[in-house]
């Protein structure tokens, strides 16, 4: 069925029992089409239905696939549930009557993009990505149910959402700037610091006064994990404006860009690397600079004290340790006490 009946503007409903598979641009522009069955049918392809408005797809819970803006505009469908292991970009897109989605399989490049009734959406286990645009502009979305399972969450997948909170799961490997223009997130929730840390890429935005929470606990003290190789610090918490303190064990060669800009209230940094590490371009905020200590082992202080910027770096804003007020470790010189261990 391919391209059959596309433009038939006096078509009212289709019986389609003995059909598997609706092919691209079937039902293209058949405005007046009203009742369909798709119980039977296993794929539906490219525009399949884009502009029958009015139409009431009753939908398989299970269904191979359904290509690119096969319902795209659809003003009758208000609830979504099914399991789709093939979905295309903008299959759902401009749904301006969805108001819930309960969807698992595959999702795709701006699934439900401005499904602006769309108020609560729950991804089933088994989604690996949510992709780029996937909720973008679905103005009344408030609530997402994210499984353990996901691998990535990409730039602007929830850009424009009502969201006022988001939980992130352990297994994100991968996570972009998700929440772009998201005015009402407040809070961002993740099982640990650890899984915020070993990500491969983290770029979510925490500007705009987002509080990150650990298990409820706003996260204001960072002990970032020792390792027995030679590692740096990356942005994760650029522009978080709660962390007051951070403890960098040994064998830390550097702190990257942006890494702790923005951290205005940055005012306790605890160092143990016997080799200060290298500070990349505003790893850390001109007021943190002015305000912060840090505190190093006795036998390291001049060290830090007389440390300059590594000639072998050429960047707008060369940092160095003598930059910041350096003191002693206080007490003996261990590391934070155990009333910290929530964050680590």
Same mark, same amino acid.
């Given at each position: ?47 399949? !239905? ?85 909720? @973008? ?20 997948? !929830? ?34 610091? @650890? ?28 002990? !970032? ?19 007051? @303190?951070? @403890? ?97």
């Amino acid at each position: 069925m391919l391209n059959i009946f596309v433009g038939c503007s006096n078509l009212k409903d289709v019986n389609l029992e003995a059909i598997s598979k609706i092919g691209d641009y079937a039902f293209y522009g058949c405005s007046n089409l009203k009742e369909v069955n798709l119980q039977s049918i296993t794929r539906i392809g490219s525009y399949a !239905f884009y502009g029958c408005e009015d139409m009431e797809p009753c939908l398989p819970e299970s269904i191979a696939a359904i290509n690119g803006y096969a319902f795209y505009g659809n003003r009758s469908l208000k609830a979504l549930d099914i399991s789709v292991r093939n979905l295309g970009d903008h299959a759902f897109a401009n749904c301006k009557e969805l108001t819930q989605v309960n969807i698992g399989g595959d999702l795709s490049y701006s699934t439900f993009e401005d499904c602006t009734s769309l108020k609560s959406v729950v991804i089933r286990p088994g989604v690996n990505v949510i992709w780029g645009g996937t909720f @973008s502009g679905c103005t009344a979305l408030s609530s997402v149910d994210i499984p353990e399972g996901v691998k990535r969450i990409e730039n602007g997948a !929830f850009d424009g959402c009502a969201l006022e909170e988001i939980t992130i799961p352990e297994s994100v490997a991968e996570l972009g700037d998700a929440c772009t223009n998201c005015d009402n997130l407040n809070s961002v929730n993740i099982k640990s610091i @650890s899984s915020w840390l070993k990500m491969e890429e983290n770029t979510f935005s925490l500007k705009g006064g987002r509080k990150l929470l650990v298990d409820g606990n706003l996260v204001k003290e960072v002990n !970032f994990p020792e390792s027995d190789s030679w590692t740096g610090i990356k942005a994760n918490f650029k522009n978080y404006e709660y962390l007051e @303190s951070i @403890s960098i064990p040994d064998l830390y060669s550097g702190i990257g860009d942006d890494a702790f800009d923005g951290c205005d209230n940055l005012c306790r940094i605890y160092c143990y690397a016997e080799r200060p590490p290298h500070l990349s371009d505003h790893a850390f905020s001109d007021k943190c600079i002015q305000l912060a200590t840090v505190y190093v082992p006795g036998h390291l202080l001049e060290t830090y004290r007389q440390n300059q910027p590594d000639p072998a770096y050429i960047s707008e804003q060369r940092l160095s340790w003598s930059m910041f007020r350096v003191e002693p470790m206080p007490g003996t010189g261990e590391k934070l006490s155990e009333g910290h261990s929530l964050l680590d």
